[in-house]
């Protein structure tokens, strides 16, 4: 139990710049709170204690702005940043380390009985305003942006925006491309800010196609610079290499 608190905090004060101690965070969290208000009223829906279970939520909901059904299935290190006017499903499942921001709907789309609320696998970040309806699936480490209405399953690692939800890129997905590009950007002396895979940035495609032709006219003259030393010759040294006292 001890071990489920800690984890709770220190997920707090990774995720969150403004968190700057324990205490701060325990006194001072209502995403915590609702979580640890939820837990027992979970406790008590899974033992069949339905009313008692929902007078809790209901006295967590006036207290924390944050309202969680109690039949809710959430796992572990589950952060709520800010808050004020989330609204979780009765069958909505939550996974390990995922992050809901203020104003967060998961929501349902039918009055019929049964599975009617999203699932959202490990790691998911859900912004600010946004909806994810229905008995739908957001994929592992997926991101949903702020205000997007989201209401088709999210494959792993997508990034959603907009109304209705589209998926505008991928996230952590490493591919030789990019690595090379993040090469070749270290090099050049700075940073690849392009990070977001696949979004449609005009400038971030921009900035992808200039690493790209850099790195063909370096793989360029490392060819001509081999076919000179085959041919006996050397390129002279250049300038930009050289001491600036000697110059």
């Given at each position: ?10 997920c ?15 006194t ?13 009223s979970?406790l008590?829906?899974s033992?069949?204690f339905?009313?008692?279970?929902r ?20 796992g572990?290190r589950f ?15 939550i ?11 998961l929501g ?6 049964g ?8 790691g998911v970040?859900?912004g600010a ?14 991101r ?7 209401v088709?399953?999210v ?8 109304v ?14 990019t690595?090379?590009?993040?090469k070749?950007?270290e ?17 971030s ?5 200039m ?24 390129l ?12």
């Amino acid at each position: 139990m001890f071990e489920r608190l800690k984890e709770d905090i220190d997920c707090v004060l990774a995720r969150d710049p403004a968190a700057r101690n324990t205490l701060e965070v325990v006194t001072a969290y209502p995403g915590l709170h609702a979580i640890y208000m939820h837990r027992l009223s979970h406790l008590l829906w899974s033992s069949g204690f339905k009313w008692l279970a929902r007078m809790n939520s209901h006295i967590a909901r006036f207290l924390t702005g944050i309202e969680i059904h109690p039949g809710v299935t959430i796992g572990r290190r589950f952060f709520i940043d800010h808050g004020m006017g989330v609204v979780i499903g009765e069958t909505a499942e939550i996974g390990d380390n995922c992050t809901l921001y203020h104003g967060v709907t998961l929501g349902g789309t039918s009055w019929e009985k049964g599975k009617r609320h999203p699932t959202l696998k490990d790691g998911v970040v859900v912004g600010a305003g946004a909806k994810v309806l229905g008995p739908i699936i957001v994929g592992a480490n997926a991101r949903v942006g702020s205000n997007a209405v989201v209401v088709k399953n999210v494959p792993d690692n997508a990034t959603v925006v907009g109304v209705p939800g589209r998926i505008a890129g991928t996230t952590n997905v490493p591919d030789a491309a990019t690595a090379e590009r993040e090469k070749t950007a270290e090099r050049l002396g700075f940073d690849a800010y392009g990070q977001a895979r696949d979004l449609s940035d005009p400038l971030s495609q921009a900035v992808d196609s200039m690493l790209d032709h850099a790195k063909s006219v370096e793989n360029q003259l490392a060819e001509i610079h081999a076919a000179l030393h085959k041919l006996g010759l050397e390129l002279p040294k250049s300038t930009s290499s050289e001491d600036p006292g000697t110059r």
